[in-house]
């Protein structure tokens, strides 16, 4: 016999599953009070997108041959690729010159 077998109930827990809800909102020491942190990547996205403009060029002509199609075959999930690690391989060029 399991040695909690003549116990009823279910699992007992050593918190208050409530206990995680109430934290304080972080607040960065280097931004003044009410100023809110904004994210470089916000900025850095677009301007990545321009430097990569041949490859969205690329993948906005594969999004229009594949939504003539009927018989819904295709994708563009290369050039999609494609696109993406030209925004990335630029983004991490430019991130730390954002960091403080």
């Not at 960065?28 to 403009?53: F, I, R, S, T, W």
């Not at 199609?69 to 925004?87: A, Y």
Request: hydrophobic share 30%; proline share 8%; net charge negative.
């Amino acid at each position: 016999q399991p040695p909690c077998a003549g116990v009823a109930g279910a699992m007992s827990f050593s918190y208050s599953p409530t206990f995680f809800q109430h934290f304080p909102k972080y607040h960065a020491p280097h931004l003044k009070p009410g100023e809110e942190h904004k994210d470089p990547l916000d900025e850095l996205k677009p301007q990545c997108l321009v430097h990569c403009a041949s490859w969205l060029t690329e993948y906005n002509n594969c999004v229009t041959r594949i939504s003539m199609r009927t018989d819904g075959k295709g994708d563009c999930k290369g050039q999609f690729e494609e696109l993406i690690q030209c925004q990335d391989h630029c983004i991490a060029h430019e991130i730390f010159a954002h960091m403080k």
